[in-house]
């Protein structure tokens, strides 16, 4: 079997035990909704009304950094109660009830509750900021219920649209980000040949997430301590991952930093110790790591 498609049947693997416990947190889930500690201090500010519901609103943004898509949905949903006005509330729950590369499908309850959060986003889009209303309409292209059999022409709609914001706010780090894993979401785990050639695609996923983070990588590292970029740096370490020849030490080690922080426990540890290309002995990701 060739590597690529080994990497995959693993993804597909991940992802069942994913959408178990997804299904299981969300949607009608009754429990209180606590606010986490050690989630990392990343923070978008949205238009609401109420403090509580920016708090929960961030939370939900750090979980879905972290693909915690469930307990995610459940913290921007207890956003939308504390202010059932606020768009980008009903934004994120349908955001994150959508496709991801561990997870390239959406399944029906979630397709039902996408469908209904977004229409209430988009009745509310009116008191919304410019970029937050770019982003409901650029969601909107791919929203579906129910889904169809294949979702390809959606989410290639989705991605035009995320191009069409990302060029409109190309200082918005959020955006780059939202924009590089709706590309990466059109090829889950296959951004690269097994020749090790970029699939069509990647160059401007790298492009995009190596604009996010300045385009300098020990740059990117200081900023890890002090101001992350979490999702930019999370989507990176898949996608150099697939192919070793990609990775260089100080961006492993700027991903490894956010990793070790705890801010993402839906992810493994940075990795082994082993040789590299030219044989001397560095960090490299688990050959098993995933998103």
């Known amino acids: 079997m060739k590597p690529y498609r080994s990497l995959l049947l693993s993804a597909l693997a991940i992802a069942i035990g994913l959408a178990f416990t997804f299904a299981q947190a969300s949607p009608g889930a009754t429990m209180p909704v606590p606010l986490l500690e050690g989630l990392g201090p990343y923070a978008r500010k949205i238009t609401t009304s109420s403090p509580e519901a920016q708090r929960y609103f961030n939370q939900g943004l750090n979980l879905l950094f972290g693909f915690n898509h469930g307990m995610a949905i459940r913290s921007f949903e ?131 997430l190596d604009a996010v983070l300045g385009g300098d990588r020990k740059g990117a590292i200081e900023r890890v301590k002090f101001c992350p970029l979490p999702f930019a740096l999370r989507l990176a370490l898949p996608i150099v991952h697939e192919d070793g020849r990609k990775l260089r030490l100080e961006f492993e080690r700027a991903v490894s930093h956010v990793i070790n922080r705890g801010n993402y426990r839906a992810c493994q540890p940075a990795g082994q110790r082993g040789p590299d290309r030219a044989g001397s002995d560095r960090s490299v990701p688990a050959k098993k790591a995933h998103v």
């Open 78 to 208: 207890e956003a939308a109660r504390l202010d059932p006005e606020c768009a980008m509330a009903h934004w994120a729950i349908a955001l994150a009830c959508g496709p991801h590369i561990n997870l390239p499908l959406v399944l029906p309850p979630h397709a039902e509750q996408a469908w209904k959060e977004l229409t209430l986003a988009r009745q509310h889009a009116a008191k919304a900021t410019p970029v937050e209303q770019a982003l409901i309409t650029a969601l909107a292209a791919c929203d579906a219920n129910p889904q169809p059999e294949n979702r390809a022409p959606l989410d290639e709609a989705y991605a035009e649209a995320m191009r069409e914001v990302w060029q409109a706010y190309p200082k918005d780090a959020d955006v780059g980000a939202f924009f590089a894993e709706a590309l990466m979401d059109l090829r889950p785990w296959d951004q690269w040949t097994p020749e090790g050639k970029p699939q069509p695609g990647t160059e401007e996923v790298l492009a995009t």
